[in-house]
């Protein structure tokens, strides 16, 4: 896949991951989808070391989209952890 497939799937991972951990971010809506894409990645990369699949066959496969969303969760859950933390002992 290339990199213009990887953004559109990091956007659509980054907004899903939005609807299942709903609340308020530190960031707004670009750092979210910039978590995405980094989750997509992280995902298809986890996949595939952890499970030894190749999780990122291409755009439509659903185990790319799988591993893309629960990357961006994983990411999600680390960015609230770091920056949530920080904002409120400022």
Do not use: E, Q
């Amino acid at each position: 896949m290339g990199i213009i497939a990887w953004i559109l799937i990091g956007l659509f991972a980054g907004l899903i991951a939005k609807m299942l951990m709903p609340g308020k971010d530190p960031g707004g809506v670009i750092i979210t989808m910039l978590i995405g894409i980094a989750g997509g990645l992280l995902g298809g990369w986890l996949g595939k070391v952890i499970f030894g699949v190749d999780s990122i066959d291409g755009f439509f496969d659903l185990s790319t989209w799988i591993a893309a969303i629960i990357g961006s969760v994983i990411l999600l859950a680390l960015y609230r952890l770091v920056a949530g933390g920080r904002h409120r002992h400022a």
